[in-house]
């Protein structure tokens, strides 16, 4: 069923400020904030009907009451993202609020259409976010479930502070204490004096007055980047990883696997121009690379709310990818994850954007080139907490991020199936053409999820 066909009935729409008062104060970005564009991301979660379910009205209340409470600790969210005098971004905290939408929508949860988000999804469970850092919608369904929609800032926020702010509204639903409190001290990721960049960043990074013009439009709707949600058994996931790692010596992470698959993949559905490159981002989380003192924590930046990202990424040419087996596709991803995943990595990479500040810099790999047939990013969303997002009615029967991020790269977030078989739930921002291709070279894996993947009946 084409659940885009229904329309939205929007019940009301109010803004939720934080529970308690604040001084208004400015925020600042750190060094990597400052990397990301102005670009929003989604997450959104599905629930069924059951017997510890209120009416509608009183779930909508204890989620507005538990986000006014959780808004204290994760403040930024209520605020607002504005230029300083360097033409800058930064988070005015001024307890402006969260927009706060509750809906309806005549649909059923086996009749959504998640195989499809671009049409059952965007603008229409997540919402679209006119203001602020935060945007948050509550739809009800037609069966009695309810979909909780949230639009992050991502210069605000990366994937990380996402799912603390999820988890401790959760939390506070259930009356109980937030386990792991936010930190904003920027001080943790300052440049060191004096700065110490290391010229291999400038393959990684480019300043935005450096890229040329965007390409002027193509009509083949083939070769837009379009969105769809699949879903991975476990025993796919391992063996793809078992061909990864079938005599490297050393077992390849399952991302490090999956990616290798996909890059390859990407590069066997390409008939022609071989010749051509296809480029794959890898999404690097900082926090346990960088390992700040004080306090007395051990690893303070686990509680660090911001982007503590890096993406480097690969290339080779489609004949290349397409002659050379998965285990040395794997080893060239894990070489570049290694590359990444250091301290001396993100120190020099928080140096190289001091040393290039207030002027604007973008990843590489989300600037396509003229001799690239294709590029992608992969981020792993293993830490997804979708099982423990329980605001007191049962945990979600499905969750995914959303992140149509534009621009001609593609975007892929693996993340957990909240059915908890180990399965992934595969979001994948791709050209039509790939995708379509994806589907039938490798049917096997890539699954286009529909309601018999969703533990209706449990």
Known sequence: MDSG????????????????PMQEHWLPM??????????????????????????????VNVMKK?????????????????????????????????????AWLDVGLMDLDLHHPDVSVHGRLVPTKMHGVLAVQVTELKCGGLVIG????????????????????????????????????????????????????????????????????????????????????????????????????????????????????????SSTQRSRTVKLGIVIDGRSRLIPGGEGESRPLERYFGNVLSIPYVRATVSDLQAACLESVAGSVHGCVAEAATEEHFLALIDWVELRRPKPAVVKVYCKDENDDAAVVVSSGQRFPVSDLDFGWGGPVFGSYH????????????????????????????????????????????????????????
């Open 5 to 20: 066909a229904f329309p939205l009935r929007v019940k009301r729409h109010e803004v939720v400020a934080a529970a308690l």
């Open 30 to 59: 750190s060094n990597l904030d400052l990397l990301l564009p102005p670009l929003d991301f989604g997450i959104f979660l599905c629930y069924k009907r059951n017997q510890f379910m209120s009416s509608p009205d009183n779930m």
């Open 66 to 102: 538990a986000l006014a409470k959780t808004l204290v600790s994760f403040y930024p969210f209520a605020g607002e993202v504005v230029q300083n005098h360097h033409g800058e971004p930064e988070i005015l905290c001024n307890n402006r609020g969260v927009d706060f939408v509750h």
């Open 150 to 269: 949230c639009t992050f800032d991502h210069r605000a926020a990366d994937a990380h502070s996402a799912n603390m702010f999820l988890s401790a509204w959760a939390e506070v639903a259930q009356s109980k204490q937030i386990t792991l409190l936010p930190t904003f001290r920027r001080s943790l990721l300052n440049p060191r004096r004096p700065p110490q960049p290391d010229k291999l960043l400038d393959k990684f990074y480019v300043p935005q007055s450096s890229l040329p013009p965007p390409p002027t439009g193509d009509e083949n709707p083939l070769h837009h980047l379009t969105t769809r949600i699949y879903y991975v058994k476990s025993e796919e996931i391992d063996r793809i990883q078992s061909q990864a790692s079938c005599s490297s010596g050393s077992k390849r992470s399952k991302i490090e696997s999956f990616s290798a698959f996909l890059w390859k993949s990407i590069a066997d559905t």
């Open 403 to 458: 992140f149509p991020w534009g621009g001609e790269t593609g975007y892929v977030m693996p993340m957990p199936s909240a059915d908890g078989s180990g399965a992934w739930i595969v979001y994948m921002h791709l050209m039509g053409r790939h995708l379509d291709q994806l589907e039938a070279r490798a049917p096997h894996v890539f699954l286009p999820f529909d309601y018999t993947f969703l533990s209706l009946d449990a």
